[in-house]
């Protein structure tokens, strides 16, 4: 089988190019660095060196694909976020039709349901809405859930502050570790078992903000630190602070608000996973996030 993995070969992507590799699958992998093409080949990759905002160059690479994994990468001070998104995703559109590729697992998102107010998430919505339009294409959305490494976040407001907090967090907030979202994008690569579009709900734990702070505070000495629920108002100043554009920290802040009024969540809930991820927050907490802090 002939792939296209988007992503290059970050926490997700790169496990994922590593066992379809193995498994003695063609891959190739589309990064933006030159610098990245000897990792990937020593994957056993080939690599493409471009960028997903050119529509020729996407078109190109998905030349002779069977499946695609895509997904829309970060683009940190970008204005027009959604915009931005969108034009990536027509992007994948048209190289999909152009090469008739017949099968693609998408990253999605929880909240993806939405369409409007999850802030970052939007787009990854309006990129499930016009793969749903793609005549006879197979699509698995992957929607994970909070990323356990954004909580990494929080070591500087330990640091700074001995707190950890958010505009959100007195509910349960779904999180998930990266390697559990790998797995499961892995296996629906190989397996290509799906029809129609489907959407796949990935989740590894499920805790509330003060168990949160209780479990990575433990994790590094501190287990009596408190997680704070700020105003969205100091929730978007404290973005701010830390370099973020307006746009970015608006958008943010509009997750957050999903997340603590329930919207953001309530599909997943509503359709659970029947099993959750191997990793837990303890093990994030252990390893990750104790590294992180002593650094």
Same mark, same amino acid.
């Given at each position: 089988?002939?792939?296209?993995?988007?992503?290059?070969?970050?926490?997700?992507?790169?496990?994922? &190019?590593?066992?379809?590799?193995?498994?003695?699958?063609? &891959?190739?992998?589309?990064?933006?660095?030159?610098?990245?093409?000897?990792?990937?080949?020593?994957?056993?990759?080939?690599?493409?060196?471009?960028?997903?905002?050119?529509?020729?160059?996407?078109?190109?690479?998905?030349?002779?694909a !069977?499946?695609?994994?895509?997904?829309?990468?970060?683009?940190?001070?970008?204005?027009?976020?959604?915009?931005?998104?969108?034009?990536?995703?027509?992007?994948?559109?048209?190289?999909?039709?152009?090469?008739? &590729? @017949?099968?693609?697992? =998408?990253?999605?998102?929880i909240?993806?349901?939405?369409? $409007?107010?999850?802030?970052?998430?939007?787009?990854?919505?309006?990129?499930?809405?016009?793969?749903?339009?793609?005549?006879?294409?197979?699509?698995?959305?992957?929607?994970?859930?909070?990323?356990?490494? $954004?909580?990494?976040? =929080?070591?500087?407001?330990?640091?700074?502050?001995?707190?950890?907090?958010?505009?959100?967090?007195? !509910?349960?907030?779904?999180?998930?570790?990266?390697?559990?979202?790998?797995?499961?994008?892995?296996?629906?690569? =190989?397996?290509?078992?799906?029809?129609?579009?489907?959407?796949?709900?990935?989740?590894?734990?499920?805790?509330?903000?003060?168990?949160?702070?209780?479990?990575?505070?433990?994790?590094?000495?501190? @287990?009596?630190?408190?997680w704070?629920v700020?105003?969205?108002?100091?929730?978007?100043?404290?973005?701010?602070?830390?370099? =973020?554009? !307006?746009?970015?920290?608006?958008?943010?802040?509009?997750?957050?608000?999903?997340?603590?009024?329930?919207?953001?969540?309530?599909?997943?809930?509503?359709?659970?996973p029947?099993?959750l991820?191997?990793?837990?927050?303890?093990?994030?907490?252990?390893?990750?996030?104790?590294?992180?802090f002593?650094?």
């Amino acid at each position: 089988m002939n792939y296209i993995i988007t992503g290059s070969i970050g926490h997700i992507s790169k496990p994922i &190019v590593e066992k379809l590799a193995k498994a003695g699958h063609s &891959v190739t992998v589309i990064t933006t660095k030159a610098d990245n093409v000897p990792e990937i080949e020593a994957l056993g990759a080939k690599a493409a060196v471009g960028s997903v905002e050119d529509a020729d160059f996407v078109k190109q690479a998905f030349a002779g694909a !069977d499946a695609a994994y895509l997904m829309i990468p970060p683009k940190w001070g970008v204005t027009n976020w959604r915009g931005f998104q969108n034009n990536v995703a027509d992007n994948y559109i048209a190289a999909i039709q152009a090469n008739e &590729v @017949p099968y693609v697992v =998408m990253l999605s998102s929880i909240g993806a349901h939405m369409g $409007n107010g999850a802030g970052p998430i939007d787009g990854l919505h309006d990129l499930e809405q016009k793969l749903k339009t793609v005549e006879g294409l197979n699509v698995k959305a992957l929607r994970p859930s909070y990323f356990m490494y $954004n909580l990494l976040n =929080m070591v500087g407001l330990v640091k700074g502050a001995g707190i950890m907090g958010s505009n959100f967090g007195d !509910d349960k907030l779904v999180l998930v570790h990266t390697s559990d979202i790998a797995e499961v994008a892995l296996q629906s690569l =190989m397996n290509l078992d799906f029809t129609g579009f489907q959407v796949r709900y990935i989740a590894s734990d499920e805790r509330t903000g003060a168990e949160i702070a209780s479990v990575l505070g433990g994790a590094i000495g501190k @287990p009596e630190t408190p997680w704070v629920v700020f105003s969205d108002e100091q929730s978007k100043q404290g973005m701010l602070q830390a370099g =973020m554009n !307006d746009e970015m920290a608006t958008g943010y802040t509009a997750m957050g608000i999903a997340i603590r009024n329930g919207a953001l969540q309530e599909d997943y809930f509503a359709n659970r996973p029947a099993t959750l991820g191997k990793v837990k927050l303890e093990d994030f907490a252990a390893n990750e996030f104790a590294q992180a802090f002593n650094q």
